[in-house]
Nanobody
Framework: QVQLVESGGGLVQAGDSLRLSCAAS????????MAWFRQAPGKEREFVAT????????DYTNSVKGRFTISRDNAKNTVYLQMNSLKPEDTAVYYC????????????????WGHGTQVTVSS
């Protein structure tokens, strides 16, 4: 098991940037592929981005490509989500997740989750 704690959320205006962080503790961080998911009010949780164990491969949902960047620092046991050009439709609770399978968008492949951090983008 790995414990995950997200931070960096907040209230911003459209066009602004935020960087989310997810600090991991417990089992070896490099055992895990990492991902970000989000859940908007009244909607199901959806995939945002994922990165493999060594940071050499990433994948993004279409709506954030070119605006969001996922990265990881294995020396700091931390994964990041840099979010630029934020839009009101990016408003959601953002969750960090860890799993043993790389390059997957399925929530079922991630068995460690953080509690989430709220991102609110005003128009």
């Amino acid at each position: 098991q790995v414990q995950l704690v997200e931070s960096g959320g907040g209230l911003v205006q459209a066009g602004d940037s935020l960087r989310l962080s997810c600090a991991a503790s417990g089992r070896t961080f490099t055992f895990y592929a990492m991902a970000w998911f989000r859940q908007a009010p009244g909607k199901e949780r959806e995939f945002v981005a994922t990165i493999n164990r060594i940071g050499s491969s990433t994948d993004y949902t279409n709506s954030v490509k070119g605006r969001f960047t996922i990265s990881r620092d294995n020396a700091k046991n931390t994964v990041y989500l840099q979010m630029n050009s934020l839009k009101p439709e990016d408003t959601a609770v953002y969750y960090c997740a860890a799993g043993r399978r790389s390059n997957t968008r399925s929530q079922n492949d991630y068995d460690n989750w953080g509690h989430g951090t709220q991102v609110t983008v005003s128009s």
